[in-house]
């Protein structure tokens, strides 16, 4: 499998409510074979995610758990969404607000959000890093920019298959206990075998 083939598995969710920034970022991720949903609002994209806006609105007051995605929502799309790249200043829910409850949610608290803006405040972009936020880019955004999402892309991945490596090698584990047994049986049959 190459490269290319590869990077388009990785489903990056784009969020921003201006459309020709959203056009942008969309056109720069498809160059780079990503494939793309781009939503206009950070409620939009919790939807798709399979997390209400309300949910979080009820949890925040108990601030005790929080919402968790129930698996017949989490898919909406038949593949996950591997990267999260959001505009910071939105109507409603901002960029941060997003990132926060992203990284809030149990069950999507490992996807790699990026965070984008015009406006070039230190305390902002500080803010944003600090709760998890993987890069902060300037707009315009840039091919150069959208390079930089790989390895958070690949780091995303990673995670999302210990799962399936830990079954695997428990899997493999079990494979070479049953051969050991079976082996032993065998010697045992032969044992037994020639007794007789």
Avoid: W
């Avoid at 056109?27 to 979080?56: F, M, R």
């Avoid at 995303?156 to 494979?175: A, F, L």
């Amino acid at each position: 499998m190459g490269i290319a083939a590869a990077e388009s598995q990785f489903h990056v969710l784009a969020v921003d409510d201006s459309i020709i920034d959203r056009k942008l970022i969309e056109t720069l991720l498809k160059t780079s074979s990503y494939q793309v949903t781009a939503v206009d609002s950070g409620s939009k994209a919790l939807e798709l995610l399979g997390l209400c806006e309300e949910d979080y609105d009820d949890d925040e007051q108990s601030d005790s758990n929080f919402p968790s995605v129930s698996p017949n929502n989490h898919h909406h799309h038949d593949l996950e969404v591997n990267l999260i790249i959001t505009d910071y200043c939105m109507p409603g829910m901002t960029g941060y607000d997003l990132l926060r409850k992203i990284k809030e949610s149990k069950s999507l608290r490992d996807i790699p959000v990026v965070i984008m803006s015009s406006e070039n405040e230190p305390s902002r972009i500080n803010r944003c890093l600090e709760d998890g936020a993987e890069e902060f880019f300037l707009k315009p955004v840039q091919l150069s920019d959208v390079n930089k999402l790989r390895p958070h892309l690949l780091k995303g991945r990673s995670k999302e298959n210990e799962p399936s490596i830990i079954t695997t090698m428990t899997n493999m584990e079990q494979n070479q206990s049953a051969d050991k047994a079976l082996s032993i049986y065998h010697d045992d049959m032969e044992v037994v075998h020639l007794e007789f």
